[in-house]
């Protein structure tokens, strides 16, 4: 599925006078070809067929409905400066950009607490962060003894894991990823970066929860186990599973199977998910939701970068950008 914000500012000889578009396009094949659209493009082809198309004029409308016969209601249309822009491969072939708004979550709209039997969360990047002095220094020592010389640009995208695998983000640059780990693990002073660790404003929203609670994180227990301890936080959590070879990183579902095991919210004490219990993980990267879904449960995706920054646009279950937008006190809305 499509969705797509456009403001046509001169159209034509400007007969037409300057509006906007949002169009809601799903993909679908010539009658006849295979109910799968991706699966057909070789053989048939793929176009979309327009579900929703409403425009801010009345001749905009018009035009669309009694020349081309697109459902084009006139409606109001807030276009939002936070877009995600893409183009090559997933955009249009002329190598131009789409972009498309970035929708919002209203937590007036999901009582999302009392949804859930259980919560899984993740820790870096989602409810906690570190000061970016630390995360410049430990990457300038790396490089420094890897011979090799990180920008800015590229510690944030290894730090934060933007724009997808961090691996292959390494061998793109040349970087040897097994010595990269090893070096990059034996620079981290677990006592220096736990000083240097903050929560975010919103994370105490986890402390609230009065339903079972498990953090499963990238983040080895060496250097968890301060920032937890030092931030006050381990009686938030009924279980901490750290990620490692032998477990498994998401988004493998092992290491959440593991957790809701010790949660005591699996099915018949194994690994796999309670179909009678709800249950949730929400994370800041593709890779929670991914563990999310691949272990039968709902993700949120907490949108601590924008998608432009990413990289891409993660989609999962629910997006938010702050746990506030979780609470189920009444709020004012717009």
Known sequence: MTFLAVEYH???DEAIESHDEFSVVFPAVQAGARSRPVASLAAHGTSGYVWYLPVTTELAAALGVDIWGYPKPVA????????????????PRNGQKAL???PRT??????????YDFWVLDL???????QPDYVSGVFEEVGNRLDYRFTERQTKTIWHGLGGSRNERLAEWGVDVERFWETFHDVEDPQARAERTYLYDDADFVAELDTPVGLVTH??????????DRLDIRDWFDTVVCCTEDIGWKPDPAPVEKAMGEMGV??????????????VLAGDGPHDIGAAWNAGLDGIHVERHSPD???????GDHRVESFSELREDPVDGD
């Not at 109001?76 to 955009?91: K, M, N, R």
């Not at 983040?219 to 937890?228: A, E, I, M, N, S």
């Not at 920054?309 to 989609?315: A, D, K, M, P, T």
Request: charged content about 25%; some cysteine; aromatic content about 2%.
């Open 10 to 12: 001169r159209i034509g």
């Open 76 to 91: 109001d249309i807030d276009h939002d400066d936070h877009v995600v822009a893409s183009s090559g491969e997933t955009g």
């Open 100 to 102: 498309v708004t970035q």
């Open 106 to 115: 209203l937590a007036l709209l999901i009582p999302m607490v009392s949804k």
């Open 124 to 130: 870096d990047g989602t409810l906690v962060d570190v």
């Open 219 to 228: 983040c080895q227990q060496y250097l968890t186990d301060p920032v937890l």
């Open 266 to 279: 699996a099915h018949d004490g194994s690994g796999t998910a309670d179909p009678r219990r709800a249950g």
């Open 309 to 315: 920054r990413r990289g891409q646009c993660v989609l």
